[in-house]
């Protein structure tokens, strides 16, 4: 069965300073999904990621699929308090979008 | 366009009652998806649905757990004879066609506590 592991597991930055959180798969990804959700909430749709190589943007972060298709990088740059949360990347696994979800990265941004 | 919507938000049961979650996907999806997090734990899937049909339900706990998404009406996640290690998070998520690499939106979550 696929696994994914996140790193790190939880991280501390000041406000204003870049981060990144990585997504290792155990096996070739179809594709990728990030997410990112607030303690006691639920999960908000980042980005999603099919091909090697590809990355996307949305205001400050930047996400990444490697060529082989076994990891991905999510990227905030100048992060701020509001970007605090937990990130899950998430991929496809058999039946159509039943997705599989990495261990999680706490993210604090201190001010 | 309301999104996923579950409904209680949160649900205490004694040990042994009955829990019901409920789940009512965005306007236009007949695909659901319902996922567990246990406290310190990661997202588990659990079964996938469309309406009328279990298409995957591989992550369902054999016993006291099932499901259904009927033809009319919400997606429902039904536990019987509950325990404290049911104690979780449960969230559904839905997708307008069954098809890989389709944005799932997920729901605010079912926060099940157990005494």
């Known amino acids: 069965s696929q696994e994914l592991e996140q790193s790190p597991q939880s991280l501390i930055v000041q406000e204003g300073k870049n981060l990144t959180i990585n997504c290792t798969s155990s096996k070739t990804l179809y594709g990728l999904y990030w997410y990112k959700q607030k303690y006691g909430e639920g999960l908000i749709f980042l980005m999603m990621?099919?091909?090697?190589?590809e990355e996307k943007s949305h205001e400050k972060i930047t996400a990444k699929l490697d060529e082989k298709k076994q990891q991905s990088s999510l990227h905030i740059t100048a992060s701020q308090p509001s970007h605090a949360g937990i990130y899950l990347c998430?991929?496809?696994?058999?039946?159509?979008?039943?997705?599989?979800f990495g261990t999680g990265t706490r993210l604090q941004v201190t001010l | 366009n309301a999104g996923v919507m579950q409904n209680p938000r949160h649900l205490v049961r004694r040990r042994g009652q009955e829990a019901r979650l409920r789940c009512s996907p965005m306007?236009?999806?007949?695909?659901v998806y319902w996922y567990r997090q246990l406290p310190e734990e990661g997202l588990k899937f659990m079964v996938y649905?469309?309406?009328?049909?279990?298409?995957?339900e591989s992550g369902m706990p054999k016993e006291r757990f099932s499901a259904e998404f009927p033809k009319e009406g919400p997606s429902i996640l039904r536990i019987q004879q509950v325990v404290r290690g049911d104690s979780a998070a449960y969230f559904c998520?839905?997708?307008?066609?069954?098809?890989?690499?389709?944005?799932?939106?997920f729901g605010p979550g079912t926060r099940l506590t157990v005494l």
């Open positions: 998520a839905s997708s307008p066609i069954g098809q890989v690499m389709i944005e799932q939106f």
């Open positions: 998430g991929a496809p696994t058999g039946t159509a979008s039943k997705l599989t």
């Open positions: 306007k236009g999806h007949s695909h």
């Open positions: 649905l469309q309406k009328e049909n279990i298409i995957d």
């Open positions: 990621l099919q091909k090697g190589g």
